[in-house]
């Protein structure tokens, strides 16, 4: 147990084995550390997560209705030679997150749909609606002895900003040289900034003036 900290099994061991490696940084250990987002392509059956558990659920026809959100993807094989090439000329203990695209639930669900996967039911539920739904679910899938259609952790995978963009960022990192560091919110958060912003490495952006307060 991790005080403080309400989330799977799986997701508490990613925490306190990324503890457990900055602890040995802190002592010498030459390592970095990765967070894909949400993976998918071969090879990833390591954990059934978000994506597989309503794709398996689409197929089988147990998938009863969407959940209007979305989440960012990464290929498999783009996390694995983002790791190869994080362990090589990354510096010691800084952290780099491997993303992807964002796809909404109904879009991917679509997707999977063009391949052969089931079909894409009809309802769409909001968010707070599905959340709200939750206690009904997990006894109904405990009287069933099934697995729930989803649970809190997938939703809050599924609650993230759409509207996140890493593209300027991008474009600006491959004239840096070494290792660059690109962080992705998780959490439904305002726009900022509109299409036209010029993103500048090392430059702070005044969002509106004034006298009494600066926050950085």
Known sequence: RVQGLRCSAYSRSKVLGERA??????RGLDAVVVHPTVVVGPYET????IVRNFIAKQQSGKLPALVN?????VDAMDVAAGAIA??????????YILGGHWHSVREFSRLAHTVGIGRPPRIGLPVWMARAALPATNLGARLLRTQPPFNAE???QVDGNPDIRIDK???????????????LSRASTPVV???????????????????????V
Do not use: C, M, Q, W
Request: hydrophobic residues 40%.
């Open 21 to 26: 490696i900055r602890d040995e940084v802190a």
């Open 46 to 49: 390591h954990h059934a997560g």
């Open 69 to 73: 959100g979305g989440f960012n993807a």
């Open 86 to 95: 994080a362990s090589e000329p990354g510096r010691t203990g800084e952290s």
């Open 154 to 156: 997938e939703l809050r």
């Open 169 to 183: 960022a991008v474009l600006a990192a491959v004239n840096v040289p070494g290792p660059v560091y690109v962080r």
């Open 193 to 215: 900034f509109a299409d036209d912003y010029e993103f500048r490495f090392g430059k702070a952006a005044v969002l509106r003036d004034g006298g009494d307060l600066a926050i």
